[in-house]
């Protein structure tokens, strides 16, 4: 079993699936959401060339980004030039969140892993830590990655939930999902995503200071929704 640090190495791929990973606890923490519910998805806070800026509706997130990153330098050592900050906060609307996925797994180029540091209030996440050897002509680029993981889990893995608020480090090598909630539950879900390259997609959340979103891309509709499935034998 490898850590976060030692994956932070080396290219993505899909070789670390052949062993269970788990996510990294990094520490307690109380966060002060707002009254009103608030969904943001991937407001850029960090990018090249401008200095880290937090907008003013998520100051209530600082206290988790400073701790992430100090476990970013001190544990996983790996300074990464791009940050963005996913918040979930109010009525559970997301339909698909309660399938076990990986977040930032992406091959179309090289590059190392991104780290995501998650918080959760209730309801934490859930994840497992089950080696998934992948086959050798699974291509990521024409196969989805997170079709093979809903279709490669056994019936009886061990399923795992992280301790509410808390913050987490994970990768894409770690298979999670929300927990399946009923209608109508309540839930504060904050992820700081540490990326080497840019996710440029027309959906993300725009950052005052760092000017509009000018991408047309659509990440899930122009490429992930296209991959096809690959046929997992049990």
């Not at 699936?17 to 990294?24: A, D």
Request: net charge negative.
């Amino acid at each position: 079993m490898t850590s976060l640090a030692e994956r932070a190495r080396h290219l993505l791929n899909t070789n670390f699936y052949s062993e269970p990973n788990l996510p990294e606890r990094v520490k307690k923490l109380r966060l002060d959401p707002p009254a009103l519910g608030q969904y943001v998805l991937r407001c850029p806070i960090l990018i090249p060339g401008k200095q880290m800026n937090i907008p003013d509706d998520l100051a209530w997130c600082e206290n988790l980004v400073d701790e992430s990153l100090r476990y970013q330098n001190d544990s996983v050592g790996v300074d990464q030039p791009f940050a963005y900050l996913t918040v979930r906060h109010g009525l559970v609307e997301s339909r698909t969140d309660d399938e076990f996925h990986v977040d930032g797994f992406s091959t179309k180029v090289p590059h190392i892993p991104e780290q995501n540091y998650i918080w959760t209030d209730t309801c934490p996440t859930e994840y497992v830590a089950a080696a998934l050897p992948v086959p050798h002509d699974f291509d990521p680029r024409r196969h989805n990655i997170q079709h093979f993981i809903q279709d490669s889990l056994p019936n009886d893995t061990r399923i795992e939930q992280l301790d509410a608020e808390t913050v987490y480090a994970m990768d894409p090598y770690v298979p999670h999902r929300r927990p399946r909630v009923s209608q109508g539950t309540r839930r504060t879900f904050v992820r700081l995503s540490m990326t080497p390259i840019p996710i440029d997609d027309r959906n993300n959340h725009v950052n005052p200071a760092f000017g509009p979103i000018t991408s047309e891309y659509d990440g899930v509709a122009d490429f992930r929704d296209k991959l096809e499935r690959y046929p997992v034998v049990r």
